[in-house]
């Protein structure tokens, strides 16, 4: 999710793209990607680009305000144990 967060609004990154970047298996990345798709965090599009099947996600609204809240409810969790905000 931090991943896809990072893109501008509205960008899609391909299957085999993230695949590389994160080092996963496709079997791993499908199955993650699949269940952030049910929670509507994640739209994937599947298409052909030179006649060769291709795999396109998007992060949604709703996957970007869950990713900001679970951040925020992570900083939380660390001022409440005494750790300093980390500099931004």
Same mark, same amino acid.
């Given at each position: 999710m931090a991943y896809l967060a990072g893109l501008e609004s509205g960008a899609q990154v391909e299957f085999g /793209? #993230?695949?590389? *970047?994160? =080092?996963?298996?496709? @079997?791993? #990345? =499908?199955?993650?990607? @699949? !269940?952030? $798709? $049910? /929670? @509507?965090? #994640?739209?994937? *599009?599947? @298409?052909?680009? !030179?006649r060769r099947p291709r795999t396109w996600i998007t992060i949604t609204g709703t996957g970007r305000d869950a990713l900001t809240g679970h951040l925020a409810a992570l900083e939380e969790i660390a001022r409440q144990a005494g750790f300093a905000e980390a500099e931004r």
């Open positions: /793209a #993230l695949q590389r *970047d994160l =080092s996963l298996t496709e @079997g791993n #990345l =499908s199955r993650h990607l @699949g !269940k952030l $798709e $049910e /929670a @509507g965090y #994640l739209e994937i *599009d599947k @298409g052909y680009e !030179k």
